[in-house]
């Protein structure tokens, strides 16, 4: 999808294992997922569905390339998280409120 990182290179992302694996965010957020109820549902599907799945990226530093989440208006942001580690995410509902605030629809139920 980005095999160059031209996307990752112009948000400035976060990278490098000492800035992302090795984080105090990953066990931290690790330790929010353990114990918060379901907290773990949504990794436990995606691992199951990588059991047969291997990837070597094209570069050997994007395996320490962490994402974020973004709401684009056009080229306006409202709204960025740069992910600090692994397992640390924007919250879902935070995102889509923000998206739905924007397109001025109520979230499904």
């Given at each position: 999808?980005?095999?160059?990182?031209?996307?990752?290179?112009?948000?400035?992302?976060?990278?490098?294992?000492d800035?992302?694996?090795?984080?105090?965010?990953?066990?931290?957020?690790?330790?929010?997922?353990?114990?918060?109820?379901?907290?773990?549902?949504?990794?436990?599907?995606?691992?199951?569905?990588?059991?047969?799945?291997?990837?070597?990226?094209?570069?050997?530093?994007?395996?320490?390339?962490?994402g974020?989440?973004?709401?684009?208006?056009?080229?306006?942001?409202?709204f960025?998280?740069?992910?600090?580690?692994?397992?640390?995410?924007?919250?879902?509902?935070?995102?889509?409120?923000?998206?739905?605030?924007?397109?001025?629809?109520?979230?499904?139920?």
């Amino acid at each position: 999808v980005d095999p160059v990182n031209a996307l990752y290179d112009a948000i400035s992302l976060n990278r490098g294992v000492d800035r992302t694996f090795f984080n105090i965010n990953t066990p931290l957020a690790f330790v929010e997922r353990l114990t918060k109820e379901d907290g773990m549902k949504d990794l436990v599907n995606i691992l199951g569905k990588w059991s047969k799945a291997f990837f070597i990226p094209p570069k050997n530093e994007q395996a320490f390339l962490q994402g974020g989440t973004f709401v684009f208006d056009g080229a306006k942001t409202l709204f960025a998280h740069y992910d600090p580690s692994t397992a640390s995410h924007a919250s879902v509902d935070n995102v889509l409120e923000i998206a739905y605030k924007k397109q001025s629809l109520a979230p499904a139920k």
